[in-house]
């Protein structure tokens, strides 16, 4: 090695949760070296969360504008993506330059390094020619990637993840999604609502398979109304180029192509060339899918991990939640214990699906008496004020032997800020017969809460 270095924490990948650990560390007063391989804040502001949101907000601007006959008169509304792109490009990514990053973990006392980290043994780093010693140890944020399916001929085609489609400057006059997961439906539907003819594939019997069965019935039916093709219960056997096309060949012998082509089914963590099995001997598992951690975010002793890494939830929030925990445990800090009892979780198509904790099928998988309450956003006041657009739903799942919620999910026009009461309930586990009790603003949408409660335990029809 040209260059040898001591630093008290070396923290691997600077997405949300490692910028999180590097930047209050350094305010702390540690001396903490952060690695990024790519661009400092990860995935989420650059190619994730918030770019794909700006999207969806001029998208749904766009369907706002075309619900505006029959109730306020008559629109005449023409598509234009540039702004889209550039918007993206200018506010959100300053042109994917990640200067601005890099300057405020330096301003907090970091110090930066670009490059492919290898961890060499435990408390050391090596970045190209510099090897770093960690003399309180190491933190592992590095992310995940996304999985691309064995599809043979795929690898051949140019065919697009989220990142593609991201940056993308003009809507494609077609495109197929593979993937119903919430990044497929929020890229599909956004494109659609563009101009883009659009198909979805699903290996899964419904989209949003994570989710509620009556969630996964009403985006599928409002996706249709949008005119997407959506094909549930569909493998996909080949992938090949069909002229200026690419095209898809389904399990039961019938092809779907498209000018592009979006792969969007799931992530996945990515170690090779981390040097996990250095750290072996103080029992990290370089072979599992996910770094194993305790509720300090320990994988082992002089070890943490933040993040998607360690498979808790693929989210942002969770990861900038773990940092906070993985910070009180490397200072010494009596801080709180990790808790994933009421992990939220949004998939911002139109109407908005959030879910919080566990679904009615977990539960019951959990081996917990589950009654459950449900319903229709339409029936409520607001739902019906509302009147186009309006698809939704509340579903709560209750432990019927606690009294309290352990999962709830909102589907709507605001199903992801309706959430947020439920996540408390949740979380506090709050009896539901105290939550009942509530007086909620009428009208809102947040009043489908108390009618979905007062419908626990009645006969499904």
């Not at 600077?14 to 990024?36: H, K, Q, S, T």
Request: aromatic residues 4%.
């Amino acid at each position: 090695m040209s260059s040898r270095e001591s630093a008290d924490i070396v923290v691997i990948g600077l997405g949300p949760g490692g910028e999180e650990v590097a930047g209050r560390l350094a305010e702390a007063g540690l001396a903490v070296v952060g690695i990024e391989r790519e661009l400092v804040g990860g995935e989420c502001p650059y190619w994730g969360c918030v770019p794909s949101k700006m999207m969806i907000r001029a998208a749904n601007l766009l369907a706002e504008a075309r619900r505006v006959d029959d109730m306020a008169g008559r629109a005449s509304v023409r598509s234009d993506f540039a702004p889209v792109a550039a918007r993206i490009s200018k506010e959100a990514t300053d042109g994917w330059d990640d200067t601005v990053a890099v300057d405020r973990l330096v301003a907090k006392g970091g110090r930066f390094v670009r490059g492919e980290a290898a961890i060499a043994g435990p408390g050391r780093v090596v970045v190209g020619e510099r090897e770093i010693a960690a003399s309180r140890g190491i933190v592992i944020a590095t992310g995940t990637v996304p999985t691309i399916p064995p599809i043979p001929g795929l690898e051949d085609l140019p065919y697009w993840t989220n990142r593609e489609a991201i940056k993308a400057e003009q809507v494609p006059g077609s495109l197929l999604v593979l993937g119903g997961g919430a990044v497929g439906l929020e890229l599909a539907q956004v494109f659609a609502r563009f101009g883009s003819q659009v198909t979805v594939v699903e290996a899964d019997e419904r989209l949003l398979p994570m989710e509620e069965p009556e969630a996964s019935e009403i985006i599928a039916g409002v996706l249709a109304r949008e005119g997407i093709d959506v094909r549930t219960g569909h493998g996909v056997s080949g992938a090949r180029r069909d002229g200026t096309l690419l095209a898809v060949r389904l399990a039961d012998g019938s092809e779907i192509a498209a000018e592009r082509l979006l792969v969007a089914t799931g992530r996945r963590t990515s170690f090779g060339g981390l040097g996990l099995d250095t750290l072996a001997p103080l029992g990290v598992d370089p072979s599992r899918r996910f770094l194993e951690v305790d509720e300090h975010m320990r994988a082992a002793e002089g070890v943490w991990a933040v993040g998607d890494v360690t498979g808790k939830g693929l989210f942002t929030h969770v990861a900038m939640y773990q940092a906070g925990v993985a910070i009180d445990d490397v200072l010494g800090r009596r801080g709180h214990s990790a808790d994933y009892r009421a992990v939220p979780r949004v998939t911002f198509t139109d109407p908005e699906i959030g879910s919080v904790g566990l679904s009615e099928d977990a539960a019951r998988r959990a081996g917990i008496a589950v009654r459950t309450g449900l319903t229709a956003l339409p029936s409520s006041a607001r739902g019906w004020i509302h009147k186009v657009g309006n698809d939704g739903l509340v579903k709560v799942v209750e432990d019927a032997g606690k009294g309290v919620l352990v999962g709830a999910t909102s589907a709507g026009p605001s199903g992801g800020e309706v959430l947020g009461l439920l996540g408390l309930a949740v979380h506090a586990q709050v009896p539901t017969e105290q939550l009942d009790s509530m007086i909620l603003a009428y009208p809102t949408f947040h009043r489908a809460i108390g009618d979905a409660l007062r419908d626990l335990g009645s006969p499904r029809k």
